[in-house]
């Protein structure tokens, strides 16, 4: 496992020289530094993801000492420690055990982003009795009686029953008439299989919804031609495309755009934010994959303009995907509760992240505004993000409150 430290100094430095922050204080003056950690895969297949993640608690740690640090605390500074968790729900175990025993102050930490890797982790955390948050959505992370353990994320389950409801809501906003049929083709993983799951289970059937294509295939995917050619005889309202990897998805979007449905024709909704990656440009090109809804636990939105332009300014990279922004509000969170707390001991801040209720702070960099958590450790009031393609940019067209586009819904 590799750990390094970081204060945001390289953020520090290309926010400065962007002139958004002052002169730095003298070094020698200040309290001693807080650690926080962050571990995530920075190797193997969600490498990118974890960049992210890591990119997006340097902002926030760059951010906070700026504005003084601690301030409960004599100002002093927040050290980031970051971590590989390595690609595997094994390696992630050993690397946890071995970021406790080696960096025994550290007073909380965000991650794993993969759930098996974060039910793996967090048995570790719990046991040090270390804070931890995470934007991972399996219900099995908070269902176990942990203490130590902060879910920002609203879990899988919700997610998918609230998800027809959202798409019916915004697509009668947008046409006067909420989807009347839907189509699914999803591979044969757990993932896509537990989102539709309540669906299955009476959720079509409560809002009104007739499936009328159902295509299950095992990936990797070498032709979509036959399931494609389905879905266009039957024309649903809605098609829910539940991939779990880039080349199945390109190959049924350019397939969709070759038999003359694709575009957002026909509305295609994916769950998971990996389809909101910058790559998914090179890879697909903006008009095949234009128009493609995908859910997501967050994203960035409106009211985040300022932190978007530092973060494009320090990273180079178009915009915030749920990992950046999530991971730089779990620093404000764990910023709050330290502040909270007055005291940089773990316990302390477990305490104070038990008895947070606000809709400030930390409150603004998550959908639903609102920081309180259950016995559980799930976060009351967590809502979901949809997001769509428009013009070569993922961009938030729900929640209001959040959203900086209108949804493209075509008019039939």
Not at 369 to 390: N, P, Y
């Amino acid at each position: 496992m590799n750990i390094k430290m970081t204060h945001g100094f390289v953020f520090c430095a290309a926010l400065a020289m962007a002139g958004t922050l002052g002169a730095s204080a003298n070094a020698f003056a200040e309290p001693k530094p807080v650690k926080v950690a962050v571990m995530v895969p920075l190797s193997g297949a969600w490498a990118r993801s974890g960049e992210f993640q890591v990119k997006g608690a340097e902002l926030a740690v760059a951010h906070i000492n700026a504005e003084g640090g601690i301030k409960a605390l004599g100002g002093a500074k927040m050290q980031l420690v970051v971590a590989d968790s390595g690609d595997s729900t094994q390696k992630a175990k050993i690397a946890a055990q071995r970021l406790v025993a080696q960096e025994p102050d550290l007073v909380g930490g965000t991650g794993v982003y993969v759930s098996s890797f974060t039910l793996a982790v967090t048995e570790v955390t719990e046991r040090a009795k270390l804070p931890w948050l995470t934007l991972s959505y399996s219900e099995a992370i908070t269902n176990r009686g942990y203490k130590y353990v902060f879910q920002t994320s609203m879990p899988g389950g919700a997610q998918a029953e609230n998800a027809l409801p959202v798409i019916a809501q915004v697509a009668k906003k947008a046409t006067g008439a909420a989807p009347k049929t839907v189509g699914i083709i999803m591979d044969n993983t757990a993932s896509p299989a537990s989102f539709t799951k309540p669906m299955r289970e009476g959720g079509f059937a409560k809002l009104g919804m007739k499936l009328v294509v159902d295509e299950i295939y095992t990936p990797p995917l070498s032709d979509a031609t036959s399931m494609v050619q389905k879905v266009r005889n039957a024309k649903p309202d809605l098609l829910l495309l539940l991939t779990t990897n880039v080349p199945d998805s390109k190959l049924i979007l350019e397939k969709m755009n070759e038999m003359g449905i694709g575009k957002g024709r026909i509305p295609v909704l994916a769950s998971g934010s990996s389809l909101g990656m910058p790559e998914l440009l090179k890879v697909m090109g903006k008009d095949v994959i234009n128009g493609v809804m995908l859910i997501s636990g967050n994203w960035g939105g409106k009211g985040e303009e300022k932190i978007t332009a530092d973060w494009k300014k320090a990273t180079g990279e178009p915009w915030m995907t749920q990992e950046a922004i999530s991971s730089y509000g779990d620093m404000w969170i764990l910023k709050d509760a330290l502040e909270k707390a007055g005291s940089a001991d773990r316990e302390k801040v477990a305490q104070a992240l038990r008895a947070m209720d606000t809709t400030e702070g930390a409150a603004r960099f998550y959908p639903g505004h609102r920081i309180k958590f259950d016995a559980e450790g799930r976060r009351v009031g967590a809502d979901m993000v949809l997001v769509q393609w428009q013009d070569g940019e993922p961009k938030t067209v729900y929640p209001p409150a959040l959203a900086t586009a209108s949804v493209m819904w075509p008019k039939h």
